[in-house]
């Protein structure tokens, strides 16, 4: 879609600043400046346009919308890093990696200097508008990655990215996935073939989110502007209308692909549910969960007795939001126009003039960033925030919003939350996979999930088939590639494991669990050089990385081993 109006796709070299790696800075801030101005890269890579240079052809006939919904955070959910970024440093004290964030000549850094040495990254986007948090991207050649640290509204300053909170060591690289792009930035692609993070050209063509992404192609609407060349959410069957908002307001507690589909696929005017199945733990708490205005709305007593009649745009105006000042009479007005009977606008708590205050309270967690702010359930008497119980010991997933899910996506849900760290659900998801094993032989996602599964459990003979049929379908499965390499290894087939996990990692040289796997096979196989090769390629994206820089160190004596 966007295609057409994407002007520049060449790639161009890396815009990564490395420091060179025996390089120890033991001095203050001001050898971060120091060392930063040394790395200036001196390339510019094409950048995503904004969407108010995306859309601004949309504003020659729709200048009023255009104007207000740049100001939204929607908008603005993205953009160049340089567009907002507060220099600040920060110590974090488990690893001792002192970060130092800054603009040095119009572009936006991220310096770090860890006891193993220092580093620095030119910071090209930020992800989050910022009325809860932001966090940026760089990129390494062609991989994209995260930065490990976000800025956090709540307590107004950075801090680590939820889960490197304790970590203690420099943290490894945190790669840039297309799945975690989608809801944020316009016009995603997937990464390259066999890969997690690689983008030969640009990850997203736009920043921010477009007028299409809620409208579709406009192509031909531009050319023709008439009605019905263009997709108008309100026009929809409630199913097709409601998927707008639902594809990127939704999570559940996971959510999985459907066999043979991509959520990048999905266009305004498709139903979601052909692409995404979505599953919560029952008993699970609406409002602890992420993402979730969906969920709460649909439980909301408004919503049951309206039906169909009533979505997210009875309340809101995506092109528009409210200022503090505008919010409790813009909110209120909604209110009434299904409350019409006089006494809510009259006699109903006059001294209050905002309902929401009342029915929809802002509760919440502090640097919690996919959390619902507002209680979307629309409660008669307001209910004390809840305080997040952990919740432990549920065992089914059931799905929400997700007409025809199947037996293969509740396995794989059960599958994802295990990989998200709940081991209760292992069996369920074995089991479920297992007994779809003959009708699963041309999908991918669900063979490797049962390789995986079956390899965790010394099943080496479902897990070998599961791969090897994976491997038929695409030669370059980085999960299979790299799982079946460690089964051969296991084996002895030290040889067959070398070449499988090279093809991965010549896709993957920044994935540091693959480059040791390698290294210590390539060990095995008593060849060090080799072995000392891999993981200095794999340095070169995380320079400072212990256990890497300790397994270089080891690696000794490997032609003894390779010997026996
Ligand atoms: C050259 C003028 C022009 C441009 C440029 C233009 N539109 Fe329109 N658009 C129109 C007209 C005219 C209508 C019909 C308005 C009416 O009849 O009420 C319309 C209607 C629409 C509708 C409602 C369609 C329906 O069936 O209800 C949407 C949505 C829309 N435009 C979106 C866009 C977007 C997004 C862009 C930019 C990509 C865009 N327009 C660019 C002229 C334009
Ligand atoms: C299914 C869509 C979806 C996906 C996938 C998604 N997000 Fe979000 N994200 C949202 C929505 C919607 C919000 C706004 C939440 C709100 O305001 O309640 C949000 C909010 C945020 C914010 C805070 C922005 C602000 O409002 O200040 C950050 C930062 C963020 N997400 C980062 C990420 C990262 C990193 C990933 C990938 C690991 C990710 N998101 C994946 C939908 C998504
Ligand atoms: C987050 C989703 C979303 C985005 C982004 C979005 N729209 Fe809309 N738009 C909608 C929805 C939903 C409606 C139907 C509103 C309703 O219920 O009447 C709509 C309606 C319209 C209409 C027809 C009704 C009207 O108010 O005139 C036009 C024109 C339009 N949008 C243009 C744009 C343009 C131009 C942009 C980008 C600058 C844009 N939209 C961005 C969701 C979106
Ligand atoms: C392409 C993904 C995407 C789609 C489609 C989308 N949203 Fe959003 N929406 C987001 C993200 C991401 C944020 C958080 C932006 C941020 O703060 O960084 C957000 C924020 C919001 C907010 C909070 C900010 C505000 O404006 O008050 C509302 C409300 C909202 N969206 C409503 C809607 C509605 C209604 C629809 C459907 C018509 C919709 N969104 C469709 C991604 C999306
Ligand atoms: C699309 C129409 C619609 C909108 C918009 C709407 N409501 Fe409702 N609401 C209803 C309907 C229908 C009921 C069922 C009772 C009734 O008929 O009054 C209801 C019930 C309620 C109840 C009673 C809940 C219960 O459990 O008994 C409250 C409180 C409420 N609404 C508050 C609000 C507030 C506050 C807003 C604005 C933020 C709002 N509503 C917006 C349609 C709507
Ligand atoms: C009955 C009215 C109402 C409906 C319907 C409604 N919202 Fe909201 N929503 C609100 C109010 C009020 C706020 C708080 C706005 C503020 O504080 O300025 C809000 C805030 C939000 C936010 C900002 C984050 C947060 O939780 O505060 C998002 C995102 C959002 N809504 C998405 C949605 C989506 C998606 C739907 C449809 C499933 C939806 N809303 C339906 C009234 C509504
Ligand atoms: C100061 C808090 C407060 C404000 C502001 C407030 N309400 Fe209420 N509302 C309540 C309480 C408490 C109840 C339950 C007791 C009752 O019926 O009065 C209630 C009940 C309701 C009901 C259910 C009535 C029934 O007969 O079951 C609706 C609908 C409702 N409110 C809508 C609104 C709307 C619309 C607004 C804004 C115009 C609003 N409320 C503002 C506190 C508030």
């Given at each position: 879609?966007?295609?057409?109006?994407?002007?520049?796709?060449?790639?161009?070299?890396?815009?990564?600043?490395?420091?060179?790696?025996?390089?120890?800075?033991?001095?203050g801030?001001?050898?971060?400046?120091?060392?930063?101005?040394?790395?200036?890269?001196?390339?510019?890579?094409?950048?995503?346009?904004?969407?108010?240079?995306?859309?601004?052809?949309?504003?020659?006939?729709h200048?009023?919308?255009?104007?207000?919904?740049?100001?939204?955070?929607?908008?603005n959910?993205?953009?160049?890093?340089?567009?907002?970024?507060?220099?600040?440093?920060?110590?974090?004290?488990?690893?001792?990696?002192?970060?130092?964030?800054?603009?040095?000549?119009?572009?936006?850094?991220?310096?770090?200097?860890?006891?193993?040495?220092?580093?620095?990254?030119?910071?090209?986007?930020?992800?989050?508008?910022?009325?809860?948090?932001?966090?940026?991207?760089?990129?390494?050649?062609?991989?994209?990655?995260e930065?490990?640290?976000?800025?956090?509204?709540?307590?107004?300053s950075?801090?680590?990215?939820?889960?490197?909170?304790?970590?203690?060591?420099?943290?490894?690289?945190?790669?840039?996935?297309?799945?975690c792009?989608?809801?944020?930035?316009s016009?995603?692609?997937?990464?390259?073939?066999?890969t997690?993070?690689?983008?030969?050209?640009?990850?997203?063509?736009?920043?921010?989110?477009?007028?299409?992404?809620?409208?579709?192609?406009?192509?031909?609407?531009?050319?023709?502007?008439?009605?019905?060349?263009?997709?108008?959410p309100?026009?929809?069957?409630?199913?097709?209308?409601?998927?707008?908002?639902?594809?990127?307001?939704?999570?559940?507690?996971?959510?999985?692909?459907?066999a043979?589909?991509?959520?990048?696929?999905?266009?305004?005017?498709?139903?979601?549910?052909?692409?995404?199945?979505?599953?919560?733990?029952?008993?699970?708490?609406?409002?602890?969960?992420?993402?979730?205005?969906?969920e709460?709305?649909?439980?909301?007593?408004?919503?049951?007795?309206?039906?169909?009649?009533?979505?997210?745009?009875?309340?809101?105006?995506?092109?528009?939001?409210?200022?503090?000042?505008?919010?409790?009479?813009?909110?209120?007005?909604?209110?009434?126009?299904?409350?019409?009977?006089?006494?809510?606008?009259?006699?109903?708590?006059p001294?209050?003039?905002?309902?929401?205050?009342?029915?929809?309270?802002?509760?919440?967690?502090?640097?919690?960033?996919?959390?619902?702010?507002?209680?979307?359930?629309?409660?008669?008497?307001?209910?004390?925030?809840?305080?997040?119980?952990?919740?432990?010991?549920?065992?089914?997933l059931?799905?929400?919003?997700?007409?025809?899910?199947s037996?293969?996506?509740?396995?794989?849900?059960?599958?994802?939350?295990?990989?998200?760290?709940?081991?209760?659900?292992?069996?369920?998801?074995?089991?479920?996979?297992?007994?779809?094993?003959?009708?699963?032989?041309?999908?991918?996602?669900a063979?490797?999930?049962?390789?995986?599964?079956?390899?965790?459990?010394?099943?080496?003979?479902?897990?070998e088939?599961?791969?090897?049929?994976?491997?038929?379908?695409?030669?370059?499965?980085?999960?299979?590639?790299?799982?079946?390499?460690?089964?051969?290894?296991?084996?002895?087939?030290?040889k067959?494991?070398?070449?499988?996990?090279?093809?991965?990692?010549?896709?993957?040289?920044?994935?540091?669990g693959?480059?040791?796997?390698?290294?210590?096979?390539?060990?095995?196989?008593?060849?060090?050089?080799?072995?000392?090769?891999?993981?200095?390629?794999?340095?070169?994206?995380?320079?400072?990385?212990?256990?890497?820089?300790?397994?270089?160190?080891?690696?000794?004596?490997?032609?003894?081993?390779?010997?026996?």
């Open positions: 879609m966007p295609q057409s109006r994407n002007r520049q796709m060449t790639p161009a070299p890396s815009r990564a600043l490395r420091t060179k790696k025996d390089m120890r800075l033991s001095l801030a001001i050898c971060f400046l120091l060392f930063v101005a040394l790395f200036i890269p001196r390339t510019a890579r094409p950048q995503a346009t904004p969407v108010r240079e995306a859309d601004a052809q949309c504003a020659g006939c200048a009023e919308i255009y104007r207000k919904y740049l100001t939204t955070p929607m908008a959910a993205s953009g160049l890093a340089t567009d907002k970024l507060k220099p600040a440093t920060f110590l974090h004290g488990p690893s001792g990696v002192e970060y130092k964030i800054s603009t040095v000549n119009g572009k936006a850094l991220l310096a770090s200097r860890s006891p193993n040495g220092s580093e620095g990254f030119t910071l090209t986007y930020f992800l989050g508008s910022g009325h809860l948090g932001t966090t940026y991207l760089y990129s390494i050649g062609n991989y994209l990655f930065s490990p640290v976000a800025w956090y509204a709540a307590s107004n950075y801090d680590m990215k939820p889960g490197l909170a304790d970590i203690a060591q420099a943290p490894p690289p945190l790669p840039m996935q297309s799945s792009m989608r809801c944020h930035m016009s995603v692609r997937n990464a390259d073939p066999g997690i993070n690689r983008y030969e050209g640009l990850p997203f063509l736009h920043s921010g989110i477009t007028c299409e992404a809620c409208h579709g192609d406009s192509r031909e609407h531009v050319l023709t502007q008439s009605k019905g060349t263009i997709v108008n309100s026009k929809l069957d409630a199913g097709r209308r409601d998927s707008v908002c639902i594809s990127c307001h939704l999570e559940g507690d996971v959510s999985i692909e459907r043979g589909h991509n959520a990048l696929d999905y266009r305004p005017g498709d139903l979601i549910s052909s692409y995404v199945a979505y599953y919560v733990k029952s008993g699970g708490d609406l409002t602890a969960r992420g993402v979730s205005e969906v709460q709305l649909s439980q909301s007593t408004c919503k049951r007795v309206s039906g169909e009649r009533m979505s997210c745009t009875s309340c809101h105006d995506p092109h528009y939001t409210p200022d503090a000042e505008h919010r409790t009479a813009f909110y209120r007005n909604k209110c009434l126009s299904c409350h019409s009977q006089p006494e809510f606008a009259t006699a109903h708590h001294e209050n003039q905002d309902c929401t205050s009342c029915h929809m309270p802002a509760a919440g967690a502090a640097n919690i960033l996919h959390v619902a702010w507002t209680d979307h359930r629309i409660l008669k008497i307001p209910e004390a925030p809840k305080t997040e119980a952990p919740r432990t010991g549920e065992r089914t059931v799905p929400i919003f997700s007409p025809g899910a037996d293969r996506d509740l396995g794989m849900a059960y599958y994802q939350s295990l990989l998200e760290g709940d081991r209760l659900f292992e069996s369920a998801a074995w089991e479920l996979l297992k007994q779809q094993q003959a009708t699963i032989s041309n999908d991918k996602d063979l490797d999930a049962l390789g995986n599964l079956g390899a965790e459990r010394g099943d080496s003979q479902t897990a088939s599961a791969f090897s049929r994976v491997l038929e379908l695409d030669p370059r499965d980085l999960t299979a590639l790299s799982n079946l390499a460690i089964l051969r290894a296991k084996e002895g087939k030290l067959d494991a070398i070449s499988m996990l090279h093809v991965a990692f010549d896709d993957n040289e920044d994935v540091p693959l480059a040791m796997n390698l290294a210590r096979v390539e060990c095995m196989a008593g060849d060090e050089t080799a072995a000392r090769t891999t993981l200095k390629a794999a340095l070169y994206y995380s320079p400072n990385l212990d256990d890497m820089r300790r397994m270089l160190g080891q690696m000794t004596a490997c032609a003894d081993r390779g010997r026996k």
